[in-house]
């Protein structure tokens, strides 16, 4: 599967984004799916998970209440809505993918597909 991130861009403190990744190939409902993000000089870290059918989510603490990961199956677009956007969430998003079930209850580890990252700055 190609995965492909695209909304990013500048936005102020308290402002909010929408990240959309659109997937190619064998998609659907087969996947797992999930956000990273990586910030100069800091390793990539887990942001959001979602599970095949979209019900079961996971999110960083950093981020829960602040963002909320969706997915459409049928459009094969994953989704992630940022709001009242920190200075510290400044970062590259990556989208990911993975055929492994997931229940929704821990951080995504280990993915096996991942798209280019979109880059997500806030200024203040």
């Known amino acids: 599967v190609q995965l492909q991130a695209s909304g990013g861009g500048l936005v102020q403190t308290g402002g909010s984004l929408r990240l959309s990744c659109a997937a190619s190939g064998r998609t659907g409902s087969n996947y797992t799916m999930g956000w990273f993000r990586q910030a100069p000089g800091k390793e990539r870290e887990f942001v959001a998970g979602?599970?095949?059918?979209?019900?079961?989510?996971y999110y960083a603490d950093s981020v829960q209440g602040r963002f909320s990961i969706s997915k459409d199956n049928a459009k094969n677009t994953l989704y992630l809505q940022m709001n009242s956007l920190k200075l510290e969430d400044t970062a590259v998003y990556y989208c990911?993918?993975?055929?492994?079930?997931?229940?929704?209850?821990?951080?995504?580890?280990?993915?096996?597909?991942w798209g280019r990252g979109t880059q997500v700055t806030v200024s203040s």
């Open positions: 979602i599970n095949r059918s979209g019900v079961r989510k």
């Open positions: 990911t993918a993975d055929r492994a079930p997931y229940s929704g209850t821990y951080p995504l580890r280990s993915m096996n597909y």
